[in-house]
């Protein structure tokens, strides 16, 4: 693996935190949400990643022999989450209120955001630390040429 490698594989794990982080941004914004263009209260959304070469278990042994490992990461889908329930208020003013009086609002929990914010941050300082190590590194091997 030459060490150009590890800049790819940390600026794909900074993009892919980064995108994580604008998916959580929108959840909060959307924390009251009780209608969307379709009608139905906002959903929360997820971000998936996955590495960016799948490769099967047994190719790995002959990749690490090779000083071939990693490629990085990627984002590999956005969904919406069906597990959590939404959360149900009664509020009989609210103009999106069923006949009983009770409004939908969405299946977003500002503490699990919030959360989920402070990991993708950490995991996004991470990765730059790792590119900053590796500039480092790479800095120093052409300052001994000199």
């Known amino acids: 693996m030459s060490i150009f490698n590890s800049f790819d594989i940390c600026a794909s794990g900074m993009s892919a935190q980064r995108f994580r982080s604008d998916i959580i941004m929108q959840n909060i914004a959307n924390v009251t949400t009780t209608r969307t263009e379709d009608g139905t209260p906002y959903r929360r959304r997820v971000v998936t990643f996955a590495e960016k070469t799948n490769t099967p278990f047994s190719h790995v042994l002959a990749r690490t022999s090779a000083d071939v490992v990693g490629a990085g990461v990627k984002v590999t889908r956005v969904s919406e989450d069906y597990e959590t329930e939404m959360v149900m ?58």
């Open 89 to 146: 208020a009664y509020d009989p003013s609210h103009p999106d209120a069923d006949e009983n009086g009770y409004v939908t609002y969405p299946n977003v929990n500002i503490i699990t955001e919030m959360t989920n914010l402070i990991d993708a941050t950490r995991s996004y300082e991470a990765n730059a630390t790792a590119f900053e190590a590796s500039k480092s590194i790479v800095t120093k091997g052409l300052s001994l040429g000199q």
